[in-house]
């Protein structure tokens, strides 16, 4: 069988879109779906049937993925020792899974340091969704990932940052005076942030405090925080705590300790353990960690740019 049809089937199994697959390939649409054609003349089924978003593969595609994507490892390792992977002349799209905090925290120097070490390479960053980085990190469809998820063992970390979270609210607030007992935390209206990648890990925290009512309101950003949180005057928020350093000295922001149980949070740095293109990954690997290591992130740039005259 030609190895070009080997590459094209891996591509379309790991993306599960023709779109996607002849974007990573570099080749036209149509000549995916004329690989995937002579695929299914060869191997006498669909492998693929169209879903709403894609493609879906069938059992027998399911079958002869990991031994197909085995043998491609194998075959491009020997050619990576053959040809060193150069990032001055690559033009390879990497793939980066962030959450919001992350992007804003460590994409400046990533960024940086991808242009200085590989100036025509280019990067995407994904949306964090922790539900879906197993499967994304397995198929090839994004390279690393930071996350404070704990993913399965077959899947290789780095620890980059260790983090602590602290309750904010207004200097106006009727708590800001008093002592943060887990008594007053739960009578508190709580505003939540649904991007925040430890968002579980703080609602652990929550189900192990009895009776810990849900968030009276819900946001997508921590940008989102500041303005609100000094206008309502009544409102808490629990967060990372380089946010909440950062805005208590730009915001008429108090800070104070969470009483739950809820030891410091972990952001580790995920890769596959076997990619197909391992000096690509490698290097993009080795890129990334230098980058997000050396620095301890810009985190509190995430202080919104709304004047504290225009959220009163």
Same mark, same amino acid.
């Given at each position: 069988? !030609? ?9 379309? %199994?790991?993306?599960?879109?023709? &779109? ?5 390939? /570099?080749?036209?649409?149509?000549? =995916? ?7 299914? !003349?060869?191997?006498? +089924?669909?492998?693929? $049937?169209?879903?709403?978003? @894609? ?12 031994? /197909?994507? #085995?043998?491609?490892? @194998?075959? !491009? ?7 060193? /992977? ?9 793939? *980066? ?33 922790? #539900? ?8 090839? &469809?994004?390279?690393?990932?930071? &996350? ?5 063992? $077959?899947?290789?970390?780095? *620890?980059?940052?260790?983090?602590? %979270? ?18 007053? %935390? ?15 890990? *703080? ?6 405090? +009895? ?10 950003? /921590? ?22 350093? @950062? ?10 300790? =969470? ?6 949070? $972990? ?12 000096? +690509? ?8 960690? +230098?980058?997000? &290591?050396?620095?301890? @992130? ?6 919104? #740019? ?7």
């Amino acid at each position: 069988m !030609d190895m070009n049809l080997v590459r094209v089937f891996v591509t379309i %199994y790991e993306t599960q879109n023709l &779109t996607a697959a002849s974007e990573r390939l /570099f080749v036209t649409q149509s000549a =995916v779906s004329q690989a995937l054609a002579r695929l299914r !003349d060869e191997l006498h +089924d669909p492998l693929f $049937e169209r879903t709403g978003r @894609g493609v879906r593969p069938t059992s027998v595609a399911d079958a002869i993925f990991p031994r /197909f994507r #085995e043998s491609l490892g @194998g075959i !491009d390792r020997v050619l990576d020792n053959v040809r060193a /992977f150069d990032p001055m002349t690559t033009e390879r799209t990497f793939r *980066l899974a962030l959450s919001e905090l992350g992007e804003i925290g460590w994409l400046p120097r990533i960024f940086d340091t991808m242009h200085a070490q590989a100036p025509n390479a280019r990067v995407e960053v994904v949306h964090l969704e922790s #539900e879906e980085l197993p499967r994304w990190l397995s198929r090839g &469809t994004v390279d690393l990932a930071i &996350t404070a998820a704990n993913l399965p063992t $077959e899947f290789e970390r780095t *620890l980059v940052k260790v983090e602590g %979270y602290r309750v904010v609210m207004s200097a106006s607030n009727p708590l800001a005076d008093q002592a943060m007992t887990q008594d007053a %935390y739960r009578r508190a209206p709580r505003v939540a942030v649904g991007g925040d990648s430890g968002a579980e890990l *703080l609602e652990a925290a929550h189900r192990r405090a +009895d009776a810990m009512p849900e968030p009276l309101l819900s946001v997508q950003h /921590f940008a989102t925080l500041p303005a609100l949180l000094v206008r309502s005057g009544d409102l808490i928020a629990t967060i990372p705590e380089t946010i909440a350093a @950062g805005w208590s000295a730009s915001w008429p922001i108090v800070v104070k300790d =969470v009483p739950l149980d809820m030891p410091p949070i $972990e952001l580790n740095l995920y890769h596959r353990s076997a990619p197909h293109h391992a000096s +690509d990954v490698d290097w993009f690997l080795t890129a990334v960690s +230098d980058a997000v &290591t050396a620095t301890p @992130g810009e985190f509190s740039a995430i202080h919104g #740019e709304v004047s504290v005259q225009a959220a009163e």
